[in-house]
Each structure stands twice: as C-alpha cells, then as structure tokens.
C-alpha cells in the first residue's frame, strides 16, 4: 500500500512527456519518469520514495524500438529485461539480464529503469559501458546523442526533465568474445557481491563491475593494467586491486575484504577464460 | 464385510482443490464493507523513555478515526510472565515495539495518519546481547521484573536481573561421569534470531457488536488462547467471545503467540466497537511480531575411550528479546532435551532466558530443540573425530534405549520414544555411507556428509485438551468438526483419515468443517507441538466410539437383536454372523422410523476428547519431573560438496529417516518432513536477524533477509521407521517440526569436516568459509 496520491499520466510523444514533466514541476509535483515501476512501488510502500504525479514512458513508440538496424542495435527505454532476453541481440547483456531479479520482475523491470534507478548496481549498465554506445536523450532544450563515456560518471548524469530514450549499441560489439561472472552472497538471482563484465575487443580485455564499489564502473586504468603484457597475472590482479582507490562496498552482503578476494578470484578465472578464447 | 484401510494411504487433503485453484480463503480474504483500517506506529529507538507522543495532527489527518497510545486501556501481557503491553507504555524496549496505532477509514489514510505522529525518546543504554543482559549492574529492561504477574507457576524471573526463567536439570553423579571419562571435549555455539516467515503475514480483524459480542477475525495457532487471553486481561465475558480461523497460510509456531489480537481489539474498541482490520506488511511481519530465539551455549562432554559418553555439563543462554512470550519454556525444551537421544547418565544443565533488547520472540518449528541438537551432534562429531570413531558408530553406541532415563529421570519405552538406533541405520544406507563421508572429486572440490540426530518431546501444558463433535447428515455421511487451525501440513484430513479407519468407511463421507469458530468448534489448546495428530487423533477416537455406541444402540432395536452382535462398516451396521443383514447408517442419523410411522431416538451427536495425562512440573532445583508423554526420534543428513580454492560450496542431499509410529499419509508426511528440512537448511546457511550495536534490525525486508528459495533445494530423501506408539491413534507420532531440527547440526557437520575447521555458529555463508580460514583479510597475493 502506498500512502500518498499521485496522478498517473502515460503520453504517446516524447514531447509530451517533457511538457507534462515541466507543467508538473512547477506545480510542484515532483513528477518522476515512470518504466516498470518496480523500484517506485516497493520504495513509496515503505515512504523511500515520494511523488505526486508520475509519467509512464511506456506509450512513446520510440522508447518501444528493438531492432538491429544500420549495424546498430537500437534499444528503447521501455523494453524489459525479458525482452532483452528472449531477443537476445547482445549475448553479454542477455547474460546480465537474466540474473536480475526474478523472472516476474524481469517481465517488469525496464532498461530505462534499470539504468536510471536509485538502487545502486544498475548491471545491465555493465555491457553498454564496454561497448560504449550511444544514449538517446530529449528533454525541453531538444534531441541529444551522446556516448555513455561522456555522461555517465558513476551515473548516467542527464537533465531532470530529459527521458532516455534509447540506448544504441555499435553491432560490431554484440559478436566479440565476452565473459560474465555474477557472485551473489547465496543465491543466483541477487544483488551482486561483484559482477563482472568484460569483453575481448582487438586483443584488449574491456571490463566492468557492478557491486564492488557504490556505482557501476568501467576503468580504463584497470584496463590498462589487465592489457599491459609485460605484467604477469599475479601483478595484475595485484595492481587492480590496488588501483581500486574509491570506497569498496562493505554491509550485510558481504565486508569490502571479502569482496576484494572476490574480485581476485574472478579476475583470476577470467584470465583463464579468456586465454581459451585466445 | 470387507472395508479398504484409511491409514497408511496417500489422501489428497481436503482443501487441496481449494487451493491449487486459489479458491481457498484466508483471513485476509475476508473483505467486508465499512471495516476500518489499523496501522502501527513503531519505535525507532530499541531502549528508552517516551517523553511525548504528539498525536494532533495525525487525529486531524483525513479519515483518521482514532489514534491509540499505550495510555490508552494499559495491560500487560504474556502467557507465561505478564510483562508485555501490546501499546508500549512510558518506554520502548525494542525497535519497532509499536507506539501508538491510527484506525482510519482506509489503509493509505491510517499510514499517513501514522506518518503524522511525533514521538520524542529519551534513549537508555542498549542491551544488545546476552553477555551484557548478564553483566552486573546491567541496564534492567524490566525494573519490576520481580513484581510481574506469571500466569505459569514454574517460570521463575529474577528480580533487579534481566533473567526471566532459569532451569536447571540435575541428574546423576557428575563427579563420578568425569572421573570415568578418559576423553572430555569442550564447545561453545551461537545460534542467531531468525523469522517464521510465513507466506500469509499475520493479520486480525476486530469488531464489538452492540450486544456486546467481540468477534476476533484472525490467522492463528491459538484461537481458543485468544479468547481466554482476552478475557484474562480485558475482563471480557469468555462466552461474548467468537474467535474466527479460517486456513492459515503457514504459521511455524509464529501464529501461536497472541499479538496483533490485543491491538486489533483496542483497535476497535477505540472506535465504538466498529470493524477494524490490521495487518502485517512483510516489513511488521519481521520487526513488530516475535521471531525465534537466539542462542549462546557453553558444553563438555566427557566419554570412555570406547566411546561411552559418561558426563555431560551445558549452559544454554536464551536470548528472549524484550518480551519472554515462550521464550522461558523454550528454554525449559533445550534442558529437558539436551542429551539428544542419548542415554547419558550424568548431566548439569543449566538454560538461562535472558531479556536484551533485541525484537521479542515466540515459538518456532522445534521449540528451542534446534539448539539443544545443535549442541550435542556438534560436540558429538568433535568426540567421535578425537576418538577416531565414525560419527554413526558414536550415535548407536549411545543410542537411547528402553528403560534408559531422559534428563528429566523420565522412563523411556520403545513406545514413548521410538527406535533411534534404526533411523541412524537406514539413514546410513540411503546416504551411501560406505562410500565414505568425505569424498575429494577430480574436479578440486570435496564432498562431505554430515549426520545429526534428534528427539523432541511437546513440553506442553499438563492439562492441555482437546475436543471432537461428530454430526451426521441425512446420507449417513460424518460432519468432523474439531479446534485446530488448518495452517498447511493437512492435518483436518489426517483427523478424517484416522475417523474413517476407525468408522470402516470411505474417508470421503467425512465432511470436515476446516475453520475454526470458538463459539461453535470444540477447543483443542493450541495446533502446536507436532500434537494435533496425537492429541485429536485421540479424541476423534473417544467420539468414534460414542458415534459406534450410539449406532448400535439404535441399531439393535431397528434390526431386533443384540448390540453385541452388531458391527460397523461402509456405513452400515451389520449383524457379525449374517452381514446381510444390516441397516444403514442413513436411515438412523436422524432416528429410527418404524414402518407404522413412529419414531423413536432422535439425531446422533457424537462427542470425545482428551486431556494430557500424567505430566508433572520439573523440580526447581533437579528438572525432575515429567514433561511429555512421548518424544519422536530421527536422523538426518546433509551432503555438500566445497570448493577450497574460493571457499565456496553447495547443497547436495538432505536425508531424514524419522520413526513415525504410523504413517497416516504418506505424500502429506513426506512433504512435512521435506519442508522442515528446507527450513533447516535455511537457517543453516543463511537466515539471520542481524542486529547492529544499538539493536537496531539491519535486514528487515526480504530483500535483505535470505532464506532457502525454490530451485536452490538439494535433492531431498525422506524415509520412515514404524514403532508405534501404544497411546497414541494407530501408533502415530508427531512429525510436523522435525524435519527442521538436526539439519543445521548435519550441515554444520558436513562443512567442518570439508573445510577441516569447527563451525559453531550460524548462518554458515561462503564469506564466514573465507573468514575462518583466513582472518578475514584479503592479501593480494
């Protein structure tokens, strides 16, 4: 049960959606893009999260679109992890996918969502981050494209009234090598202890993580690191290690310590793996 | 006349159709026009002073009817010390004790009414664990602990302590035990506070109709406690009265302790009487009602090289939380259980129950005997490996056995406690014992087995009792109506099934009435304690035999001969020695018509019942006395396999073999026992309140709080012994909890034998692996 109001309004423009989104603020109403609702519901039942008016995407045609077109892989917001899934065009991300949540709220859980909530390991952002696609963006001041690299540090930072609308992924990263490692404290479908993502692109190893700091990351220091052949696998586990200098996780999932080891132990067996994939 | 077996038999339960469809109603599902809404208000803080609760704004809120506080009709509670008040009154003693309750017209407007409220604490020191409950000049949670009323008599608080009962179980020579013992093995365990966690969150509904009746509307072990709760503590008429339990959806001892039923009386006495509904989020589930207990212990054993175990010393401390509920008796379960089925001659027990001010507790799944199993199949896995024994071979050699004696110098008989020797026997063959207990695989990992036995008696009321009234319809067919709440593991059919062997007939002419109405069901005390298959499986059987003599009465006059001739089967009654020649029971249940149009006798009400007998209170000073008249015993087993190169592992196999008596319904039985089992390995390896410095509940929702979830279940082997027991209905002995209670002992064993360290406490994740074997800090290479 949810205490408050709130109005409920689902356009079928994106530009309606942003004047809905900036008539509603200045009324006060601190209006929120809405995908899936999983987030929203189980935070204001519990008074974490408050709006009085919320704005389902989930009706703009542009935010529906997956397909493959032009090389690229084109997602909208709105599409959910299930069909993420079940389409899966990128193999690495149908991965991830599958191990959040469970599969009733895969059918709920959006990309947008996922990628924009208030919970901390956002993972699908893990795949689009080594394949550094481009994010659709509009809000009042126009249509923007820009590479993920460019605006997300440790979240994707956009205007309040812009929407995500699509997120477009270069169709030659959906066939390279890749690996995905989830550890959870017990079970399969939880919040990571660590997730890693990573892909062999030309001979380089990309990776990224989810859980092992406050934010989803990419490091191209850490990648550095991992390519640099002079280096043996004990140093660069080592150095990775070391070069993590922000805050490692540490609550009742698992201590920073042992996610530390955690990620030795991953980073290990990735070597491994993907020195089969040569 | 020939008649087909009712026990014994795979029975679809008679609600099951109900419930597969989602036709099956709980209380929840109750939905009746302008009943009002009741939402709690609940402490931030786990110790402290309320030094003001502002409740204008939230009285003034929109559809707020009425906003209670602890001011408002003050009383203690509690079934065994009178030390609760359902509104917690000038201090809180928990966090999320509630503080005041809003009724309003709907459920948002009583949360917002409840997001209104100011509440000022003035905090007091914390008791976060039991070692500082117990420190001298500790902070004293009860001030008047010494001046509570203890509604039962053998329950002993101290004064100016935070210790609510201590028992004490002194039997034999300790002295001589350690002086005959060649080898002494010491341990220690803790056992977190963990939750039910049933699927239907508790709820009530509360009315006061102007004639006075209070209709109580509520998912609950304990029906007929309620009523004479309330009636103790509000001095309500027990008559005006009518307690309503429809199916409960899953209880696990967390339904037996009355807590919601006071405030939603309050509730609706705050509002003239109206209707008022309130029920647990999952979050209330877990922070606001009880959960299970928390445990420390401190053993030695000591046994003969041969592996006879001589002496046996424990000390159990009962973390209680803030309120006793059964927490005292639960400790008095550990004492009078802590040798395990084991004939141990020499024993010193003490059991502690100690008030912290972490969330307050109740009963579940195996009464405290959890942490008496945990103690000694842990210790006796350490004993076994000290003296190069076999963990099976220790367990036979000490088996208990006829004319043994129980810590409380109770008497054992093959039929009060069944065979033990011969569950650990089958249970060695269905785990492929030979092959060995620790087994390395090409692959790196070890697979280990660990076993664990257990007994566990009801420790019930001396005078519990229960009820049976049988009616007939107009096609001979039986009406079963008795006072246990239907709360999953199937027992009204059980109930039928054991009727409609004793009636000779088809268990499908009997009709069972599956609520509970206090007004109408007979009493049984609480569907509790593995005994509703004991306790009205007997009394079903005192009304069958009203309901045969009251047949044969009738039926020798309508077939003119003597009752003593006369027999039942099929619903008919029939002449011993000329079967074809019978009446049936249809043309009886209402009387007997003679040809000419008279009729004589009237409608057949059928009635039987029965009381514990026999049972004692224990000796303050020995736990000499007789709790129980029989105790159920089985082995368990987990296999699992460990990978020490990143400390991780996994479930394989969970075995139990448990001595039923009888087996009444053999799929329903083995879906119990799997069950428990589940629940064991949850606690075993991840359920956990956790609790931070000022007792504050860290994992509160079930995103944080884990427990064993569909499809990560290890293969599961159920299987039975048959001894009966001689008092019991066809032999049959409880086996609702026991599926839960060695499991966390048997994986706590498998995993110290794989990782080659002693677990002592739980939950046992692969972090606490990687923790004990290497402190905790991570070396890069």
């Given amino acids: 049960m949810i205490a408050f109001d709130f109005e409920y309004y689902k356009p079928d423009t994106v530009e309606d959606a942003v004047k809905l989104y900036n008539k509603l603020n200045s009324n006060g109403k601190k209006p929120i893009y809405y995908g899936g609702g999983t987030e929203f519901i189980s935070m204001a039942r519990m008074n974490n999260r408050y709006t009085e008016a919320v704005i389902d995407i989930k009706g703009i045609p542009e935010c529906n679109v997956h397909e493959i077109k032009n090389n690229k892989l084109i997602m909208g917001s709105a599409i959910t992890l299930t069909d993420i899934s079940e389409a899966n065009y990128f193999p690495l991300l149908g991965y991830i996918v599958r191990r959040i949540a469970d599969h009733t709220i895969q059918d709920k859980i959006t990309l947008g969502g996922n990628l924009m909530g208030t919970i901390i390991y956002r993972e699908s952002i893990l795949a689009l981050l080594l394949s550094n696609c481009d994010i659709v963006l509009q809000g009042s001041k126009g249509k923007r494209v820009v590479p993920i690299s460019d605006i997300c540090d440790k979240k994707i930072g956009i205007e309040d009234d812009e929407i995500l609308i699509q997120v477009i992924v270069d169709e030659r990263f959906l066939s390279l090598p890749y690996l995905h490692v989830k550890r959870t404290k017990h079970e399969k479908i939880d919040y990571p202890l660590i997730t890693m993502a990573a892909i062999k692109d030309k001979n380089r190893t990309l990776i990224s993580f989810s859980g092992l700091c406050e934010y989803p990351f990419r490091s191209l220091k850490i990648e550095e690191i991992l390519n640099d052949s002079s280096l043996s696998k004990k140093e660069k586990i080592k150095k990775v290690i070391e070069s993590i200098t922000d805050k490692i996780l540490h609550d009742i999932g698992g201590s920073s310590e042992y996610r530390k080891f955690m990620l030795g132990d991953i980073l290990s067996r990735a070597f491994d793996k993907f020195q089969e994939v040569g | ?781």
């Fill in chain 2, 1 to 781: 006349m020939e008649n087909i077996s009712q026990i014994g038999v795979t029975t679809i339960r008679k609600e099951a159709w109900d419930k597969v469809t989602g036709n099956a109603k709980y209380n929840s599902d109750d939905i009746r026009p302008n009943t009002l809404q009741a939402k709690i208000l609940t402490s931030t803080i786990a110790h402290g002073l309320i030094k003001s609760i502002n409740i204008e704004k939230a009285l003034n809120s929109k559809g707020v009817q009425a906003v209670i506080t602890g001011d408002y009709y003050p009383a203690l509670t509690g079934s065994i010390i009178n030390d609760r008040p359902p509104i917690a009154k000038d201090k809180v003693r928990y966090f999320g004790e509630p503080v005041a309750v809003v009724i309003a017209n709907s459920e948002e407007e009583a949360m917002a009414g409840v997001n209104l409220i100011e509440v000022e604490y003035t905090p007091l020191p914390v008791v976060a664990s039991v070692t500082e409950a117990l420190k001298p000049n500790a902070t004293l949670i009860h001030e008047n602990l010494g001046y509570y009323y203890c509604p039962d008599y053998t329950v002993y608080p101290v004064a100016h302590t935070n210790i609510a009962d201590h028992v004490k179980i002194r039997k034999g020579n300790m002295d001589l035990g350690w002086s005959e013992s060649d080898v002494i093995v010491e341990s220690t365990l803790y056992l977190p506070k963990s939750d039910h966690l049933a699927m239907e969150t508790r709820n009530t509904m509360a009315e006061i109709t102007p004639s006075g009746i209070v209709n109580i509307y509520t998912s609950s072990q304990s029906p007929f406690a309620v009523k004479e709760e309330l009636n103790k503590i509000y001095k309500i008429p027990e008559g005006n009265i009518i307690v309503h339990t429809p199916l409960v959806g899953g209880a696990f001892g967390g339904k037996a302790a009355i807590h919601l039923e006071y405030l939603a009386y309050l509730a609706s006495s705050a509002v003239d009487g109206r209707m008022v509904r309130i029920t647990n989020t999952r979050e209330d589930d877990i922070t606001i009602s009880p959960s299970k207990i928390a445990a420390e212990g401190k053993l030695k054993i000591g046994a003969t090289k041969d592996g006879i175990i001589k002496a046996l010393e424990c000390t159990y401390y009962i973390d209680c939380g803030a309120y006793a509920d059964t927490g005292p008796r639960m400790a008095k379960s550990i004492a009078i259980d802590c040798s395990g089925p084991y004939n141990i001659e020499n024993i010193h027990c003490d059991s502690i129950s100690v008030y912290t001010n972490h969330g307050y507790v109740t009963s579940l799944r195996g009464f405290g005997h959890g942490v008496c199993t945990f103690g000694i199949e842990r210790l006796l896995d350490k004993l076994a490996s000290k003296l190069n024994m076999d963990p099976f071979d220790i367990r036979i050699k000490n088996a208990i056995a006829e004319g043994n004696k129980s810590p409380t110098q109770d008497i054992i008989t093959l039929s009060n406690t069944g065979n033990i020797t011969a569950c650990l026997l089958k249970l060695k063959q269905v785990m492929n014992w030979n092959e060995g207990n620790i087994i390395k695989t090409d692959k790196g990992t070890i697979i280990t087995k660990g076993i664990a036995s257990l007994w566990k008696t009801s420790n019930s009321p001396t005078n519990a009792s229960s009820g049976v009234v049988l009616t007939l319809n107009d096609d001979g067919s039986i009406n079963l109506n008795f006072g246990a709440s239907e709360i999953g593991p199937g027992m009204k059919t059980t109930i039928a099934q054991i009727l409609a062997e004793r009636m000779k007939m088809d268990v499908e002419n009997i009709h069972v009435f599956m609520d509970v109405n206090t007004q109408i069901t007979p009493k049984h005390w609480k569907t509790v304690a593995s005994m509703t298959t004991f306790m009205v499986g007997n009394a079903v059987l005192n009304a069958a035999k009203d309901l045969i003599n009251q047949l044969k009465e009738i039926g020798g006059i309508a077939l003119k001969c003597s009752q003593d001739d006369l027999e039942i089967a099929n619903q008919k009654i029939y002449v011993v020695h000329r079967p074809d020649i019978f009446i049936s029971f249809k043309d009886l249940v209402n009387g007997y018509q003679y040809s000419s149009g008279k009729s004589i006798y009237g409608q057949i009400i059928a009635k039987g019942s029965y009381i514990t007998s026999g049972l004692t209170p224990l000796d303050k000073e020995t736990g000499k006395g007789k709790s129980a008249n029989s105790w159920t015993v089985a082995a368990q087993a987990v296999e699992i396999e460990y990978n020490p190169e990143n400390y991780s592992y996994r479930l394989l196999k969970a075995a139990t073999v448990i001595d039923a008596g009888k087996v009444i319904n053999p799929k329903a039985a083995r879906g119990v026992v799997m069950g428990g089992m589940s629940m064991g390995l949850g606690l075993a390896t991840r359920e956990d309140l956790i609790y931070d410095k000022e007792a504050i509940l860290q994992n509160s929702s079930l995103r944080t709080y884990k427990l064993l979830r569909f499809g990560e279940n290890p293969e599961y082997i159920v299987d039975f012994i048959e001894t009966p027991q001689i008092d019991a209905p066809y032999g049959a002995r409880g086996i609702a909890e026991h599926g839960t209670i060695g499991i966390p002992a048997a994986f706590a064993n498998a995993m110290s034998l794989a990782v080659g360290t002693e677990f002592d406490t739980l939950p046992i994740s692969n972090e606490v692996i990687w923790k004990t074997k290497t402190g905790g800090k991570y070396d890069s290479f």
